[in-house]
């Protein structure tokens, strides 16, 4: 199998209630309905923690509405919104220092999908930079204990099988909708025999001459993805005030994902179900209508990619090429916009950590319209009857 053990978390409860197949997919897409509604609200509770405007429960409810209709689907027929829960649940939890629920939610979200282990180490920053060691401790035995919960029975019934589970996602070719597959594609309309289409690993992917190193730079461009939103995150909570910090850490958890997403070798349209809270969330609590609106573009092209023109893409047709890559860069622009200073208050923050209170914008005084009775008396030029 080619999912964590965590899958079965979400894929049981509706098998448990029913047998009947329809029935079955109607009550798992009520729960990933459920899934995404609850993750609205904990992402919106994180944000409230800042001192900007935080997100309301109604603006959370519409603009979340909006992103999973944008998205289409796949965000309530794959299991994916139980990743988002799970990370809306870190990022409140990190937001609320509850360092318990931090390591269970991260653990969970980990066993669910594998990939939301890249999120760790920009976790890690944020209680290193606060100098919380005892709730990192904390954070770590609650994580290790909950991956072995739901790690222990799959040991126990697969064994050494585990392994395969590994060398499968290792051992994936370029799927078409990564941004690497998207340029061999485009290098099949000058040299067809460059690039061929295979669906093997569950998905559709991309077979080249050149694939290896292109899964080569994809790995690269992976790593130092992760290695730059630590870095600046780690900057950015040096210099920022300390009810801003867990914005700035919710910033670098949704940046290290999408950045990943578009410079990976894999790129599922239901990866982008794990954006939508803590995406929507920030972009409100920011007042940051860019953030939104190239959030919602992504998804909206992912959409249109699958399943509106997929299948003009297993053909390699170059503008279905071009739009994926498209998509991927709008993706990738708006993980960078998770990453710049926000309105001044990192260098307020540094202002504080200096010791000196930030400047203060001072106001000229109003001007006096009153009119006046009598004409001002000049001191400078007195008549020549003064009695001076």
Known sequence: ???????????????????????YCLLFQCLMALAISAALVFAARALATDSNRAPSSWEMAAW????????????????????????????????????LVLGAAMAASVAL????????????????????FVELGKALTAGTLVTLLLGLPAVWVAGDRLVEMIRYH????????????????????VAPSAAIVQKTFGSTNIISPLSRYVLILSAAASV?????????????????????????????????LALNMSVGKVFSPQYLVWLVPIG???????????????????????????????????????????????????ILLWATT??????GSEREGQAASAGTPPPERRRAPPEDRRPH??????????????TR
């Open 64 to 99: 979340g509405a909006v992103a999973t209709l944008t998205l289409g689907v796949v965000a309530t027929h794959r299991y994916d919104a139980s990743v988002a829960l799970g990370l809306a649940i870190t990022a409140w939890a990190i937001a609320t220092r509850r360092p």
């Open 373 to 386: 009775r009598y004409p001002p008396v000049s001191r400078t030029n007195e008549g020549p009857h003064s």
């Open 1 to 23: 199998m080619e999912y964590p053990p965590g899958f079965f978390l979400a894929t049981l409860p509706a098998a448990l209630v029913t047998g009947h197949e329809r029935a």
């Open 113 to 132: 999908k594998g990939v939301p282990l890249l999120v760790i180490p920009v976790l890690v920053i944020h209680l290193v930079r606060e100098r919380k």
């Open 338 to 343: 998770l990453l710049r200073p926000w309105a």
């Open 224 to 256: 130092a993805s992760v290695v730059m939103v630590c870095a600046v995150t780690w900057v950015r909570l040096g210099g920022a005030k300390p009810n801003s910090r867990p914005r700035i850490t919710i910033e670098g958890m949704a940046a290290v």
């Open 280 to 330: 929507i969330a920030i972009s409100l609590a920011t007042d940051r209508s860019r953030r939104l609106v190239l959030l919602l573009s992504g998804l909206a092209l992912s959409q249109v990619i699958y399943p509106v023109t997929y299948s003009a893409l297993e053909l390699l047709r170059p503008w279905a090429c071009a739009l994926v890559i498209t998509r991927n860069g709008v």
């Open 170 to 189: 290792v051992d994936r070719p370029l799927q078409i909708e990564s941004t690497g597959g998207a340029l061999l594609g485009l290098l099949h309309a």
